[in-house]
């Protein structure tokens, strides 16, 4: 390495720059000229998000997910309606009142476009945030492809029907992940997100009341805050998706072993099927999962991406350039 002259160097990393692209389009450097602080100013961002409220980490996490299952990593989550005039993500059943945490994505691009003006996409904010979501609540690092564009436009009907429901049985979890390239072992993985979070009571009600593969301790436990009833005015209180929802372990695991699952979902990937095996060897191999979670994390995150002329780099997240 001593021998290495700077130009042989820069050719070299020039030589590697361009591989990068060819063989994935995206690259971990692509940043790193045009705007070397963009890392550290989402990270500090991050960081600072999830010391006020951990929630937010998990919260990041899963924009990401919703960003990437529909059209792919372009930011389109993002869009906000505009009546009359614009239709994006934002109202879909899976979305509506539930997704969070597009304050600090909007505070995170205010500080990039004062850095390094129309450099950096919202998507690859979006996905170097769910990064560090996840190392900030204990969970693994991996490193974020980047060169993301972000898209012009949105879909409503396919974040409708493009985003797994969590009343879906494990047959149904398994296409809905398929039909993005993931198989079954990377679903089990990806579900471990539920590590972190909590959820809504209308989204588990039936669970805890109307199903027998469910610990009956538990059940009375989430009954405290979700009564039998939409009338008892309840339908938005939250549970945690696991017992430790501010930490990302390999809780989740255990629980589903428990029959704690808190989502019918959840619970489908333990309930004697296919994928019993992987969700114990988790429970038991908390790196196991950290690693495979980790690169399930990398392939996602190469969905789809809009890259090269394609898309543009949007100044506000919320809103296509003018
Ligand atoms: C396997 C299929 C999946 C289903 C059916 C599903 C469904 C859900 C539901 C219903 C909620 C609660 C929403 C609410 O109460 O409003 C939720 C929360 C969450 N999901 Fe998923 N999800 C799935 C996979 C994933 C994946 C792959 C990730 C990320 C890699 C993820 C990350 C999260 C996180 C972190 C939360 C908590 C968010 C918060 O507290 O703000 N989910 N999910
Ligand atoms: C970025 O900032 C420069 C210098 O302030 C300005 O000239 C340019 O118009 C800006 N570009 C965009 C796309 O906002
Ligand atoms: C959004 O734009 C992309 C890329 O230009 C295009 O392929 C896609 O069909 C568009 N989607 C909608 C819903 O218009
Ligand atoms: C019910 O909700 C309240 C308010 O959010 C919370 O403090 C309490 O811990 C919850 N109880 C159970 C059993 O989850
Ligand atoms: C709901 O719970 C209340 C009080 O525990 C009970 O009286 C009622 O029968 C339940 N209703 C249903 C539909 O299960
Ligand atoms: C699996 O099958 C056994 C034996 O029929 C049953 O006792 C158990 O409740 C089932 N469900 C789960 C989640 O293991």
Not at 3 to 25: A, E, K, N, P, Y
Not at 42 to 71: N, P, W, Y
Request: glycine share 6%; with cysteine; hydrophobic share 40%.
């Amino acid at each position: 390495m001593a021998s290495f002259s700077s130009s042989s160097l820069s050719f070299f990393v020039t030589v590697m720059l361009v591989l990068g692209r060819i063989s994935s389009q995206l690259s971990p450097n692509f940043y790193s000229l045009s705007c070397p602080s963009a890392l550290t100013t989402i990270q500090t961002e991050v960081i600072s998000a999830v010391a006020k409220e951990r929630r937010m980490g998990a919260s990041l996490l899963r924009l990401h997910f919703h960003d990437c299952f529909v059209q792919g990593c372009d930011g389109s989550v993002l869009l906000d309606d505009i009546p009359g005039v614009f239709t994006g993500e934002k109202n879909a059943l899976p979305n509506a009142n539930s997704l969070r945490g597009f304050e600090v994505i909007d505070t995170i691009k205010s500080k990039l476009e004062s850095k390094c003006n129309a450099t950096v996409s919202c998507a690859d904010i979006l996905a170097v945030a769910a990064r560090d979501s996840v190392v900030a609540l204990g969970g693994p690092s991996w490193v974020v492809k980047l060169g993301r564009r972000d898209s012009t436009n949105a879909s409503l009907t396919d974040a409708n029907s493009q985003l797994p429901s969590p009343f879906l049985n494990l047959a149904a979890l398994l296409t809905s992940f398929a039909n993005k390239g993931f198989d079954a072992k990377d679903m089990v993985a990806l579900s471990g997100a539920h590590t972190v979070g909590q959820a809504r009571c209308l989204l588990f009600r039936n669970r805890i009341y109307n199903e027998a593969n469910i610990d009956p301790q538990f059940a009375n436990l989430r009954k405290q805050n979700c009564s039998n009833s939409t009338s008892g005015g309840d339908d938005n209180n939250l549970a945690s998706l696991d017992q430790t929802g501010t930490f990302f372990d390999s809780q989740y695991f255990k629980d589903l072993v428990e029959l704690n699952g808190l989502l019918h979902s959840d619970q489908q990937l333990y309930n004697n099927g296919s994928t019993d095996s992987q969700v114990l060897a988790y429970k038991t191999n908390k790196l196991q999962f950290f690693h495979d979670f980790a690169n399930a994390m990398v392939k996602m995150g190469d969905l789809s991406p809009l890259t090269g002329s394609n898309g543009q780099i949007r100044t506000d997240c919320r809103k296509i350039n003018a």
